[in-house]
């Protein structure tokens, strides 16, 4: 199978999928009765690579490399700058293997000339690719994606995974942006994202288990007859936020997978993440009910991270970033086993 049809299936089973958020019932936020904070004095500004972004809030990467995502690259970039979020684009790897699909990529840079834009590629890229990558699109940072379990269960995926880490070391001395290393859906373990901070990473954008799911999707593309349970695998979101935050402090964690709900951007800003990415939800409410739908979408997902700050009494992410939080249930078990403290 080509990498175009790959992509389309992908964008297919993402749309058809059913939604699923992550699991944030073991993260409790504390009701603070006395908030000296009002809605309208809140700054949502944040860092996260070294980036100032106006938003804590973006839409990671999706797509692109195949005809259809031309438009899809475009209107997804049309919501970011309506509603001033960063934007990631998907993998560029088509594209650095065949020019023709440049053009699906840099349609994000002439709807959204002055966004924070991230460009995308993975691990297996070299230098010269990721700098490429970076041009295509006039990137503000990169990402480099890992998906290890998803090419296990691809037929046409990878098996051997040797060489990532000095190859990721490369891209990080070459490339002249800021580096963010990120998960597509089975979150990063502490002791990997030290290996990441040691190599000079800006960022770790963990993509925790409980959004997309995208072994489950391999399966289903391959009409797979492995157990189910193997698709359950992965680190839950909210326990990787915290083993990348041990593993790699002083090193920007961004959380993504699932995060779909103004209070689970909230929970996650609140485990100490310095931005929040939206994938899934983000494509299926564009191709099934329009540009429109996923401005209202995204605009209600800032209103509620918006009550719950007033409602801990944060006025800014930062000040959102140290609240209280009370650790319960299997997340905490999984904390004192690991050792882990938040
Ligand atoms: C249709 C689709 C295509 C994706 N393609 C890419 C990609 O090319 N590169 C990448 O780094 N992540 C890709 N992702 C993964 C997302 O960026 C994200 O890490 C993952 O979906 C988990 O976040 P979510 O639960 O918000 O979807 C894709 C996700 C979807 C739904």
């Known amino acids: 199978m080509t990498r175009q049809a790959r992509k389309l299936e992908h964008l297919w089973h ?3 999928s059913e939604m699923r958020n992550a699991d944030f019932s073991d993260i409790n936020l504390v009701n603070n009765c006395l908030p000296e904070t009002a809605i309208c004095a809140l700054d949502l500004s944040t860092r996260a690579a070294g980036l100032k972004l106006s938003r804590p809030v973006f839409i990671n990467a999706i797509t692109g490399g195949v005809e259809e995502s031309d438009s899809i690259n475009r209107e997804l970039a049309l919501v970011a700058k309506e509603c ?5 684009v ?35 890229a070299d230098p010269d690719m990721a700098r ?11 990402q480099v994606h890992l998906n290890v379990p998803q090419e296990l269960m691809m037929a046409e995926g990878d098996s051997d995974f040797r060489g990532y880490i000095r190859r990721i070391e490369k891209i990080v001395g070459a490339v002249g942006v800021p580096v963010v290393v990120k998960e597509v859906g089975f979150g990063i373990a502490r002791e990997q994202a030290a290996i990441l901070k040691g190599i000079g990473v800006a960022a770790i954008d963990v993509g925790g288990k409980g959004g997309t799911n995208f072994m489950q999707i391999e399966r289903r593309r391959a009409h797979l007859k492995t157990n189910e349970d193997l698709t359950e695998w992965g680190i839950p979101t909210a326990i990787a936020l915290l083993e990348a935050a041990s593993g790699a402090p002083g090193v920007d964690i961004i959380a993504s997978g699932g995060v779909n709900t103004g209070l689970l951007a909230a929970k996650a800003l609140a485990l100490g993440a310095s931005a929040v990415g939206i994938a899934g939800l983000a494509v299926k409410i564009l191709l099934s009910e329009g540009a429109e739908a996923l401005i209202a979408r995204l605009r209600n997902i800032e209103c509620e991270l918006k009550t719950v700050m007033v409602m801990t009494g944060a006025n800014s992410i930062d000040e959102l970033r140290s609240v209280p939080v009370v650790i319960t249930g299997k997340t905490r078990e999984w904390l004192e086993a690991r050792g882990i403290k938040k």
Do not use: C, W
């Not at 001033?84 to 990631?88: D, G, I, K, N, V």
């Not at 998907?90 to 840079?109: C, D, I, W």
């Not at 490429?132 to 990169?142: F, G, K, P, W």
């Open 14 to 16: 993402a749309v058809r």
């Open 132 to 142: 490429r990558a970076v041009e295509m699109v006039r990137a503000d940072a990169l």
């Open 90 to 124: 998907g993998s560029q790897m088509a594209a650095l293997e065949n020019p023709h699909y440049s053009k699906t990529f840099e349609v994000v840079r002439d709807a959204y000339p002055d966004g924070v834009v991230f460009a995308n590629i993975g691990a297996y």
């Open 84 to 88: 001033s979020l960063p934007f990631a």
